[in-house]
């Protein structure tokens, strides 16, 4: 749902820090799985009780992940890089609910394994469309330009990389945050399938 206005109020930045990278030759892939790399990380710190450090960690991954998009777009982009973005991107948002998971496994095990349901619901139903929209012939620039069509809803990066946040920032309230944020991720992805419905209609 914020995707958007984030997007406009950071872009400029990360679009000037992209050209500066894009001139040193190194590639939006290598970037992409940097951040991967960070994000893996970040759910490690989580899991080892250093929250504050792997929220900062998990802050750069995602900065990294917005890179890498900037700087395909001044070198060339491929449908490789786009594909593995997303692949590791998904990786990391189902990382960290673990590594709260493995933190304390009595208090937030549960929760983890709800979230990360939720996500491969919704997961499933922006994929599923992405493919049905690129059948069809259809596309959008809501989000950027993009490798295959991203459908918007209710619960997009942004609110993913808060909850994350707040639940390094407070880790008792990570099951209470899980279940809620799951609870978002299950609607956005119902509200998918309905618009997909009325659209292939």
């Not at 809620?180 to 609607?187: G, K, P, R, S």
């Amino acid at each position: 749902m914020l995707d958007g206005a984030v997007r406009a109020r950071i872009e400029p930045a990360i679009n000037g820090l992209a050209r500066a990278i894009a001139r040193t030759g190194v590639s939006a892939n290598a970037i992409t799985v940097l951040a991967w790399v960070l994000g893996v990380a970040a759910a490690g710190l989580i899991a080892w009780h250093v929250y504050l450090a792997g929220m900062i960690v998990l802050l750069a991954s995602r900065l990294a992940d917005g890179l890498d998009g900037a700087v395909a777009r001044i070198n060339g982009k491929t449908d490789f890089g786009g594909y593995l973005d997303i692949v590791l991107d998904f990786a990391i948002y189902g990382a960290i609910p673990v590594g709260f998971a493995l933190a304390d496994p009595a208090a937030n095990a549960v929760a983890a394994v709800v979230l990360v349901f939720s996500f491969y619901v919704n997961g499933a139903s922006f994929l599923a469309f992405a493919i049905m929209a690129e059948k069809h012939g259809l596309s959008t620039d809501q989000r950027g330009e993009k490798s295959f069509f991203f459908t918007t809803g209710l619960a997009e990066a942004t609110e993913t990389i808060a909850v994350f946040v707040l639940a390094c920032l407070f880790p008792g309230w990570f099951p209470v945050l899980a279940c809620v944020f799951a609870a978002i991720c299950l609607y956005t992805a119902l509200s998918r399938i309905v618009a997909t419905a009325r659209i292939l209609r």
